[in-house]
Structures are given as structure tokens and as C-alpha cells.
């Protein structure tokens, strides 16, 4: 049985970068497509950014276009979230998913099987 586990967050000024790291000891993640969700105090749980299991296409959330890079690391068994240009209202917990195959709906929180613990990411202005 895996476990989802995501690193890589913290503190920030506006205008930084943070790499956030989601890795599984117990499962192949070159076999799921992975997602990056994040989820701001008061907040619905919002779709970041996707990686297809079959092509590694990659989908991403209107706010983080050309902003934020997902990538995946398959030696490494490793989903990377490169985040650029960070903004205050970037502030949230991103959560790394993990769905088994090929899903056209990567937006969509059910879509998912299994989520990490999230790791906190702040942004100050």
C-alpha cells in the first residue's frame, strides 16, 4: 500500500519560486495521472495542474498558466510542481492526487483515488 507525500513547501515573497515534490514508496506513479490541488482557508479544494498517465500531457488551472510547471520524474518516482512568480493569493495547502490510467476529467476532485497530507505554501506580500 502506498502513501502520497508531498515536500517542498514553505514560506516566500511575492515574485519567488517554490518546487513542490509529491512521491509514493508504494506505487508506480508512471502509471497514474497525477494532479496538483490546492485549497485556500474558507476555500473549495482547486485544480492546479495535471499530468496525463498515457502521454504526459499537461493541463493547468486558469490562475497558474505560465506560471507553474508540472512534471514527473520516473526514476525518481517523483511528481514535481515548479511554481514561478509566486502571488500572495497563491497562499493555500497543495495537495498531490494520484488517479490510476487516463481520466479527461483531471480537473475534478473525485477523479482522484488517493491524495497526500498537503504541504502548506505562503506567499507574502
Same mark, same amino acid.
Given at each position: 500500500?502506498?502513501? +502520497? *507525500?508531498?515536500?517542498? %513547501?514553505? /514560506? *516566500?515573497?511575492?515574485? %519567488? @519560486? +517554490?518546487? +513542490?515534490?509529491?512521491? !509514493?514508496?508504494?506505487?508506480?506513479?508512471?502509471?497514474?495521472?497525477?494532479?496538483?490541488?490546492?485549497?485556500?482557508? %474558507? &476555500?473549495?479544494?482547486?485544480? *492546479?495542474?495535471?499530468? @496525463?498517465?498515457? #502521454? !504526459?500531457?499537461?493541463?493547468?488551472? #486558469?490562475?497558474?498558466?505560465?506560471?507553474?510547471?508540472?512534471?514527473?520524474?520516473?526514476?525518481?518516482?517523483? *511528481?514535481? /510542481?515548479?511554481?514561478?512568480?509566486? &502571488?500572495?493569493? !497563491?497562499?493555500?495547502?497543495?495537495?498531490?492526487?494520484?488517479?490510476?490510467?487516463?481520466?479527461?476529467?483531471?480537473?475534478?476532485?473525485?477523479?482522484?483515488?488517493?491524495? %497526500?497530507?498537503?504541504?502548506?505554501?505562503?506567499? @507574502?506580500?
Amino acid at each position: 500500500q502506498g502513501q +502520497l *507525500v508531498e515536500s517542498g %513547501g514553505g /514560506l *516566500v515573497q511575492t515574485g %519567488g @519560486s +517554490l518546487r +513542490l515534490s509529491c512521491a !509514493d514508496s508504494g506505487r508506480r506513479l508512471s502509471y497514474y495521472t497525477m494532479g496538483w490541488f490546492r485549497q485556500a482557508p %474558507g &476555500k473549495e479544494r482547486e485544480f *492546479v495542474a495535471a499530468i @496525463s498517465w498515457r #502521454d !504526459d500531457s499537461t493541463f493547468y488551472g #486558469d490562475s497558474v498558466q505560465g506560471r507553474f510547471t508540472i512534471s514527473r520524474d520516473n526514476a525518481e518516482n517523483t *511528481v514535481y /510542481l515548479q511554481m514561478n512568480t509566486l &502571488k500572495p493569493e !497563491d497562499t493555500a495547502v497543495y495537495y498531490c492526487a494520484a488517479r490510476p490510467g487516463y481520466t479527461t476529467n483531471y480537473r475534478r476532485v473525485t477523479e482522484y483515488d488517493y491524495w %497526500g497530507q498537503g504541504t502548506q505554501v505562503t506567499i @507574502s506580500s
